[in-house]
């Protein structure tokens, strides 16, 4: 708020400092000692790093004197002020037993130094609060921690510059001051402007009696902050990222990152919220007196998950992905809100610089970068919108793929594995997946099997019908990022799947081996045989087999099983999608898993049971499932004894 | 052939690898290394089957005659997979015509002596006839998938 802030000028730091010191606090701020900045006692602005700046990027920090009058010209120092609110050891008890056998525990009475932070980044306060809520928000406090937060005070300073391992916009924790802090000030050239946060900080505004700031100190200090913002960018999308993380458990990146790692502890000896902590004991030789430590550790260490059970954790790329997925996944169980704060030292000060930054976009990229399963479409069963047909392109004898131009391009975001209800006046309306979304038009591919879909195939271009959709849940292609992808396909059940050969085939890169097996009756019943060599030449594994040939057929006779004889998972992470008969998806699914393809990410479509396609009617309704819905992409997993059974 | 080289050769298939190092061994004293050029008939439905084989490379199609239609394939046998299983089952008759239809390589098997040795190494026996009975059990349980005729259109009307 403008009209609470006051303007304190540079010559008049001193005031400040002056007013934090009373009643014997000592302030702790920014300093600079062997060439870095580290938080120490300060009895003046003096003692402030006036002029100088950081230059911080992966496993790359240097000081570099910038010749400006700023005071916090630098951004967070290696050490963060845990080492005041949770230093790295603290006494916890001390157990003693007489000569007679008496045994009694005396708890350490916290005695916490009055303290108040000067200088302190919007990143640390963020994770002041993180740590608050670990350790004095639960059930279990910290007393110790609880009592050093209570004696301290907090003077936060907003960024007006970003350095390049700073993400604190992305965690939504900076550059701005926002909560956690008794004052805030701004840095301008000429000083600072300060507002209060808490009952404390009004108090201490109060008896600085400061100038209002003008409109233009306002704009001032928040144009520099809005800069300081821009330059970052959003570097960690954080929508879903506990999803999209705990989703990618045996990611091959994990492994890779762990060549690389070298379990040196940095990354969570520098992270301001890390709290994991051992407690060591220090026993007289006699055993009279054993006095209990809480001391720092780490997930990286060896030994942090050896328990009575044993070591549970002993592969270095384990360790990286407890850290990882604790940080951005399982502490938003635990916490509510992610255990990084975006302050960046853990990138600084990794010594072989690997970027946390990188890894999450490698490890588990936005859902908004690929095609996902899309929400349900609201709408009723009569909801249909006109279509013009713009092309007829025969497949096989009875089968034609028509591209289809809706008026309404709503349509045209269907995903792959959605499906589209198809409605000509005179006959039921047809569910049918989507093979293609391309040039504006809407792609099906459909088999004459009675009237409705015989007078579908014998449209022309230019004719019309009704188009309702999409609608279903579409594939979750996004547990293919990384992996080996195994694409199944028996008959016409290579439409459905086509969206996902033009997904993977179009970011190629972001997948590792990509196959097709496709089996179908006969040598002429094949689908989309004209694109087939453009598939392989973009990187796919296409492999065909029929059930039955002719001697002009020089390719391979037998069941689509047959296709994955030679091919083994066990060792390489791979998603699955199979799409045909139920008896030909019963057959394949298990030969996925028998060759180390886990049913989690074998996917299945079950388009065969769908109806009117929003899960009203009640005819596709399987087990807890509306097919139309739910469906009709499914992991094998969610479906369990349901798939391949009869009469449910 | 080479001893080491032909115990190599055979672990490398899908049907050699599931046999013993003593039964590879013991099979390497009848068998031969061929290679036959595109469209060479290596067994004819019928007739007395002229070796056991596992192929190596290549592609073999199990063929049959319907009289009108011509030679219909009934399956392609591909690396590692046997040909003419028939020469170690009575009455040693092939049950369809194998043709190549690309260069193979087959390591073949004297079927009389073959049989012999598995008459006598009852070693042996007890561990290529559960492995061949694996490789027939595939070929039954796709055979049956085929008849299913899963692809083809459902029989009764639909209104869709």
């Known amino acids: 708020m403008v009209t609470d802030a006051g303007f304190l000028p540079r010559a008049d730091l001193d005031r400040l400092i002056g007013l934090l010191r009373e009643g014997g606090r000592t302030v702790i701020g920014p300093t600079l000692d062997d060439g870095a900045l580290v938080y120490a006692e300060i009895g003046s602005a003096d003692d402030l790093p006036t002029g100088w700046t950081d230059d911080a990027a992966p496993g790359r920090y240097r000081l570099v004197r910038d010749g400006s009058e700023r005071t916090f010209g630098l951004g967070p120092p290696p050490q963060g002020l845990k080492r005041y609110t949770f230093p790295s050891r603290a006494p916890l008890a001390v157990a003693e037993r007489t000569a007679d056998g008496a045994v009694s525990f005396t708890a350490a009475i916290p005695d916490p ?53 700073c993400f604190c916009a992305s965690m939504g924790t900076g550059p701005e001051v926002t909560a956690g802090h008794d004052l805030a000030m701004t ?30 100190q306002h704009a001032a200090a928040t144009a520099a902050v809005a800069g300081a913002r821009a330059a970052q960018g959003r570097q960690v999308v954080t929508t879903g990222l506990r999803d999209r993380l705990m989703d990618q458990l045996d990611h091959p990146r994990w492994a890779e990152v762990a060549e690389r790692c070298l379990a040196c502890a940095n990354c969570t000896m520098v992270c301001p919220t890390c709290f994991c902590t051992s407690t060591t004991l220090d026993s007289d030789l006699d055993g009279a007196a054993t006095r209990m430590e809480r001391r720092w550790d780490s997930c990286f260490t060896g030994d942090f998950a050896r328990v009575a059970g044993g070591n549970f954790r002993p592969r270095r790329q384990d360790r990286y992905r ?121 792609w099906l591919t459909i088999r004459a099997a009675g009237p409705a879909t015989t007078a579908a195939i014998a449209l022309r271009p230019g004719a019309q019908l009704g ?83 002719g001697p002009d057929w020089l390719g391979r006779v037998g069941v689509v099983t047959h296709l994955l004889d030679q091919r083994d998972w066990h060792d ?61 992409c499914f992991a094998m997993s969610e479906l369990g004894d349901l798939f391949g059974r009869e009469g449910i | 052939m080479n001893e080491h080289d032909f115990v190599a050769e055979l672990g490398a298939t899908w049907f050699g690898a599931g046999l013993s190092l003593h039964a590879r061994a013991r099979l390497g004293e009848c068998a031969r290394l061929l290679t036959h050029p595109a469209n060479a008939v290596l067994l004819r439905e019928g007739d007395d089957t002229p070796f056991f084989g596992i192929l190596t ?41 194998a043709v190549t239809i690309e260069p193979s390589t087959l390591i073949e098997f004297e079927p009389k002596r073959l049989r012999e040795l598995l008459e006598h190494d009852l070693a042996l026996s007890a561990t290529l006839y559960p492995r061949l009975l694996e490789a027939i059990g595939r070929r039954l349980s796709a055979t049956r998938q085929q008849l299913l005729d899963l692809y083809t259109q459902q029989a009764e009307p639909v209104p869709w």
């Open chain 1, 113 to 165: 130094p009055r303290l108040a932070f000067l200088g302190v980044r919007p990143c640390e306060v963020a994770a002041m609060l993180v740590q608050d809520r670990v350790l004095a928000g639960g059930p279990f406090v910290d007393e110790d921690y609880r009592a050093r937060r209570q004696a301290s005070l907090v003077v936060a300073v907003a960024c007006t510059r970003s350095g390049s391992t």
């Open chain 1, 187 to 216: 840095e301008l050239d000429d000083g600072f402007v300060v507002s209060a946060g808490s009952r404390a900080g009004e108090q201490l505004l109060a008896r600085l009696a400061l100038p209002a700031i003008t409109p233009d």
């Open chain 1, 322 to 442: 407890q850290w990882l997925t604790h940080k951005f996944a399982t502490w938003v169980d635990q916490f509510d809100s992610f255990g990084c704060v975006g302050c960046g030292r853990c990138i600084t000060w990794c010594p072989v610089g690997i970027d946390v930054r990188e890894e999450l976009a490698a490890i588990a990229p936005p859902y908004e970068e690929l095609p996902m399963a899309a929400p349900v479409v609201a709408g009723s069963t009569s909801a249909y919108s006109t279509a013009v047909v713009r092309s007829v392109a025969p497949e096989t004898a009875d089968t034609s793929t028509l591209a289809l131009v809706p008026s309404d391009d709503a349509l045209l975001a269907a995903r792959p594995g959605q499906f589209v209800m198809v409605e000509q006046p005179g006959f039921p309306a047809l569910p049918i997946s989507v093979s293609r979304v391309a040039d504006g038009a809407l």
């Open chain 1, 467 to 549: 188009l309702r959709g999409p609608l279903g849940r579409g594939w979750d292609i996004q547990r293919a990022v990384g992996r080996d992808v195994v694409i199944v396909a028996g008959g016409i059940g290579l439409a459905p799947v086509r969206p996902i050969i033009d997904t993977v085939l179009r970011d190629r890169e972001k997948f590792r081996h990509v196959i097709l097996a496709y089996g179908a009756r006969t040598p002429a019943d094949r689908l989309y045989v004209s694109e087939m060599a453009d598939w392989a030449d973009r990187g796919m594994v296409v492999t065909e087999i029929v059930d039955r040939a």
């Open chain 1, 572 to 632: 390489r992470p791979a998603t699955a999608f199979v799409v045909g008969p139920e008896r030909m998806m019963e057959a394949t699914v298990a030969t996925l898993a028998e060759r180390g393809v886990p049913r989690e990410r074998i996917f299945v479509s079950l388009e065969r049971h769908m109806q009117c396609g929003i899960g009203l009617c009640g005819h596709c309704q399987m087990g807890p499932f509306f097919v139309c819905r739910d469906g009709p």
């Open chain 2, 57 to 97: 490379r290549g592609r073999v199609a199990l063929r049959m005659r319907v009289p009108e239609r011509g030679p219909v394939t009934i399956l392609t046998v591909e690396p590692g997979d046997v040909v003419g299983w028939s020469a170690l089952v009575p009455p040693h008759r092939a049950t369809s015509t």
